[in-house]
Structures are given as structure tokens and as C-alpha cells.
């Protein structure tokens, strides 16, 4: 009975001791799809239960977002290095490393080339706008060091060509060649959603933005008092910077409405109604018909309802006439 319990005791002890580095729970297993996302590859990178050397280094990632296969006759080479318990079976078994990355991003490189370029002479306002824009791969969690080691930048035709150098901790040098635009920008209104022919224009569908001068089609709006409790004369995409052409006083006349016409000089006011032909705001010259003699002339808008004829002005349109019939009648 005391021997039982002396052998029992024993084999519990055992179970409490860490394995020895030959004692493998089964054979390893090898990974066939591996992402890592460090500088070197380990033994226990390419297996599971790989052994005693599981955390042994074995040699360089590849750099970051690449990716490489190690083909069976490798791989059992590095498992009878490493001690690994795997043999190939069929000789076509393999396992592909991809190293985790990320792209540059636009913004990391065009702050340095801005700088540089504002020391060669460019506006303090100036943006970067690259052609052909190839970022490389770097560590996930990484901020690389960028410097420009060559710039060169064509004031007239507002062209640089850039070499950059790109270095950190855990990721190889990288050199890059960057080519673009330098940009004039400017401050515009632009439009925070679509706005229709005659809607009045509120403070919250316009907005203060940087826009690329050599893009203006024209004058455009600079500050939003230019533009709130205006109207829109044509259509006004989102995003686009708000032509000073395409903006005006509210419409004070709707086409088809009824207009009181008036013409005024010194000792005489008449007035008559008419027809608008055209909308228009204050001081716009629409186009009004007479509905007894169609005829069609040219006013000014002046309040709502209401626009005013030169002295002597001539219809744009002559009167109709009444047919024969309608007379003899």
C-alpha cells in the first residue's frame, strides 16, 4: 500500500516538470499561411509545436506588405537544422511569409517635399499634388523618417521631381522618386450640397475651403458673407467653389407671373400688367409680354411683382395683329 502511494506521488511529479527539450508533444505541423509582423523569421514562425528552438531567429522577414515561399527541399533543411520533428511528404509542401505593412500615405510624403519646396522658393500656401502616386510598405505601427535628399522645382510650370528617402526601425531603406504639381491655393466658398436654380442660399449649405487657383474657372466667391442670403442662378454641384457669376439677389419674380409694368419720368407714371417671361432678383432685366398685344419688352426688376421700362424703349417683340376676320368681325 505504501509503495502505491510512493509510485502515485512519483508520477505526479512528473507531471508537474517541464519537458525536456528532445521530449516533442507529436511531430510538428507545419503553417502553410503565415503572416508575421517583425523584421526576422523565427522557427516557430513556419511550425507548430516546432520544438525546444521554436523562438530561434532563422533570418530576415521579408520587407513590409512582400511576401515569400519557402519550398519543401529548404524546409527540411532548416527542420534538421533547427531540430524540427517534420519531413516532407509529397516534396511539393511549401509556406508563405507575408509581412504585415501599410502604405505611406500621400499627406507623409508631401509635407517634407512642401517644405523643401518652399525653401526653393515656392508659396507658403502651396500644395503638393503627386502624378503617379506608388507609395511603398512600411511596418504597421511604424513613422518613418522622410527626407529629401534631391529637389528639383520648376517655378514657371509649377513642377517639382523629388528624391525621397524613407528609414525607420524595422523596415529596410527605402528610396523614392516623386514627381507632381505645386499648387497656388487659395480661399473659396464652396457648396456643401447640391443647391438648385433661385433656392436661397443658408449659412449651412456653404462652407470655407482651399481650393487650387489654376482650377478656378473664374472669380469665385472669398468669404461667405458674399454668398449667405444670395440665390443661386444655375446649378451648384457639392464641392465646387461658388462662381460670383452664379450667385444673386433672391428672385423677386417667378417666370410666368404676373407683373406690374411701369414707366416713369418727370410729370407722367404708368402702369399696366404683364407677363414675366424669365425670373429674375432685384435690378435683373427680364423679359415681360403684354398678354392683350403680345408684345414682349425688356424690364428691370425693382420688388417683388414689379419692374419698371426705360422711357421710349421699343418692344423686343412687336404687337400681334388681328387677322382680317377678327376685325370684320
Not at 509545436?49 to 519557402?70: L, S
Not at 443647391?195 to 475651403?209: K, N
Request: net charge neutral.
Amino acid at each position: 500500500m505504501r509503495r502505491a502511494s510512493l509510485r502515485g506521488a512519483a508520477l505526479a511529479l512528473l507531471c508537474c516538470l517541464p519537458l525536456a527539450p528532445g521530449w516533442a508533444k507529436g511531430p510538428a505541423v507545419l503553417k502553410l499561411q503565415v503572416q508575421i509582423d517583425a523584421p526576422v523569421i523565427k522557427v516557430g514562425d513556419l511550425w507548430g509545436n516546432a520544438g525546444a528552438q521554436a523562438a530561434t531567429v532563422i533570418g530576415p522577414a521579408p520587407p513590409p506588405g512582400r511576401t515569400i515561399a519557402i519550398e519543401a527541399g529548404q524546409l527540411a533543411y532548416i527542420a534538421h537544422l533547427y531540430d524540427v520533428d517534420w519531413q516532407p511528404i509529397s516534396g511539393v509542401e511549401r509556406s508563405s511569409l507575408e509581412r504585415a505593412g501599410r502604405p505611406l500615405s500621400r499627406d507623409e510624403l508631401a509635407e517634407p517635399i512642401k517644405r523643401s519646396l518652399i525653401d526653393a522658393g515656392a508659396a507658403q500656401n502651396a500644395t503638393v499634388e503627386f502624378a503617379d502616386f506608388a507609395p511603398v510598405e512600411v511596418p504597421p505601427l511604424s513613422f518613418p523618417q522622410i527626407e529629401v535628399t534631391a529637389l528639383a522645382y520648376d517655378a514657371a510650370g509649377e513642377r517639382f521631381t523629388a528624391e525621397v528617402v524613407a528609414s525607420g526601425d524595422g523596415m529596410p531603406q527605402e528610396r523614392m522618386r516623386l514627381s507632381g504639381r505645386v499648387l497656388q491655393m487659395v480661399p473659396a466658398v464652396v457648396a456643401t450640397r447640391r443647391l438648385q436654380p433661385g433656392e436661397l442660399i443658408a449659412p449651412g449649405d456653404v462652407q470655407m475651403a482651399q481650393v487650387a487657383q489654376r482650377r478656378l474657372p473664374g472669380p469665385v466667391a472669398s468669404a461667405l458673407s458674399q454668398v449667405v442670403g444670395q440665390a443661386s442662378k444655375r446649378a451648384i454641384v457639392a464641392g465646387q467653389p461658388v462662381a460670383v457669376a452664379d450667385i444673386g439677389p433672391p428672385m423677386l419674380v417667378a417666370k410666368g407671373d404676373t407683373v406690374v409694368i411701369v414707366v416713369e419720368t418727370p410729370g407722367m407714371y404708368m402702369a399696366a400688367q404683364g407677363i414675366a417671361m424669365s425670373a429674375g432678383g432685384r435690378d435683373d432685366v427680364i423679359q415681360v409680354m403684354n398678354p392683350l398685344s403680345r408684345a414682349i419688352v425688356a424690364a428691370r426688376v425693382t420688388a417683388p411683382g414689379k419692374a419698371t421700362i426705360a422711357p421710349g424703349a421699343q418692344p423686343l417683340a412687336p404687337p400681334v395683329r388681328p387677322a382680317a376676320d377678327e376685325v370684320a368681325n
